[in-house]
T-cell receptor, first 115, second 113 residues
Framework: AQSVTQLDSHVSVSEGTPVLLRCNYS??????LFWYVQHPNKGLQLLLK??????LVKGINGFEAEFKKSETSFHLTKPSAHMSDAAEYFC?????????????FGKGTRLSVIA | DSGVTQTPKHLITATGQRVTLRCSPR?????VYWYQQSLDQGLQFLIQ???????AKGNILERFSAQQFPDLHSELNLSSLELGDSALYFC????????????FGSGTRLTVV
């Protein structure tokens, strides 16, 4: 069964500095990978997705992630943090095309941005 | 507005009661998924419907049931409620059943007292 591990439960950065949120995945098939963001008291918004095309995926709000099969990683990065980036971020894997369970979420990483 | 509508937004009920959560998927989407988000369990997949039929089942309790109607809206029924059922319940929809990402509603916050 597929799974994801978000290596940090909380990351704190200063405004204007780079963001790195780490995610490792486990999958028996060619997975689809996603990052979702959840702002306080809001729903989940798709940031970006990898579906076996380009390994470097660009998303909304300046975020991007790189799929590295050899490292089974899908880390999320942003060159310069903004205050509005403070939220909970979820790394997600899907093997739905293989018949396995739909989206499997990591436990989340809370990003704090300090002024 | 994501296009996925969930009602009600908040629900407070007593233990032992039964509630129904409603979800209208984004126009054109045939799949509906239900997820439960709690502090201790994180986001857990409950159940998926595709075009009216149950497609996949996750960690859904026997006290919970769901269905998808001909107009593609879905309802999640929670019965014999316990304090531990207090959580945020999300509905998501997608066009098909492929792993291309889903659109989430804003959730229903259920509080059992």
């Amino acid at each position: 069964a597929q799974s994801v591990t978000q290596l940090d439960s909380h990351v704190s950065v200063s405004e204007g500095t780079p963001v790195l949120l780490r995610c490792n995945y486990s999958s028996s098939y060619s997975p689809s990978l996603f990052w979702y963001v959840q702002h306080p008291n809001k729903g989940l918004q798709l940031l970006l997705k990898y579906t076996s095309a380009a390994t470097l995926v660009k998303g909304i709000n300046g975020f991007e992630a790189e799929f590295k099969k050899s490292e089974t990683s899908f880390h999320l990065t942003k060159p310069s943090a903004h205050m509005s980036d403070a939220a909970e971020y979820f790394c997600v894997v899907s093997e739905e095309n293989s018949g396995n369970t739909p989206l499997v979420f990591g436990k989340g990483t809370r990003l704090s941005v300090i002024a | 507005d994501s296009g996925v509508t969930q009602t009600p937004k908040h629900l407070i009920t007593a233990t032992g009661q039964r509630v129904t959560l409603r979800c209208s998927p984004r126009s054109g989407d045939l799949s509906v998924y239900w997820y439960q988000q709690s502090l201790d369990q994180g986001l857990q997949f409950l159940i998926q419907y595709y075009n009216g039929e149950e497609r996949a089942k996750g960690n859904i309790l026997e006290r919970f049931s769901a269905q998808q109607f001909p107009d593609l809206h879905s309802e999640l029924n929670l019965s014999s409620l316990e304090l531990g059922d207090s959580a945020l319940y999300f509905c998501a929809s997608s066009v098909g059943t492929g792993g291309y990402g889903y659109t989430f509603g804003s959730g229903t916050r259920l509080t059992v007292v």
